[in-house]
């Protein structure tokens, strides 16, 4: 059984950083990468950028810059550092990771830009 776990969303002033966290417990598959995603009240959830096992790393064109993944496979962790954020960042945003190529959800940590 897979469990993810996000957490260090809340809310920010535009300008600001954060720093998310997710927490695997379970066998992840290390063929697969890791994932974040966002997703608006009412619009579809959308990639983020995604970390192989490796730690080659993709972003969205538009988060370029702005945003970094990273993992640490011993721990099980794939972060993401957000920097100079904007309200249009506000979202809730999930992890993403396999495991026996069936793909699994966290429950999502809600990130806040405003002043």
């Known amino acids: 059984q897979v469990r993810l776990v996000e957490y260090g969303g809340g809310l920010v002033q535009p300008g600001g950083s954060l720093r998310l966290s997710c927490a695997a417990s379970?066998?992840?598959?290390?063929?697969?990468?890791m994932a974040w995603y966002r997703q608006v009240p009412g619009q579809q959830r959308e990639l983020v950028a995604t970390?192989?096992?490796?730690?080659?790393?993709n972003y969205v064109d538009s988060l370029k810059g702005r945003f970094t993944i990273a993992r640490d496979n011993a721990k099980n962790m794939v972060y993401l550092q957000m920097n100079s954020l904007k309200p249009e960042d506000t979202a809730v945003y999930y992890c993403?990771?396999?495991?026996?190529?069936?793909?699994?959800w966290g429950q999502g940590t809600q990130v806040t830009v405003s002043s």
């Open positions: 993403k990771a396999y495991s026996g190529g069936l793909g699994y």
């Open positions: 379970g066998i992840i598959d290390s063929r697969y990468p």
């Open positions: 970390v192989s096992t490796g730690g080659t790393v």
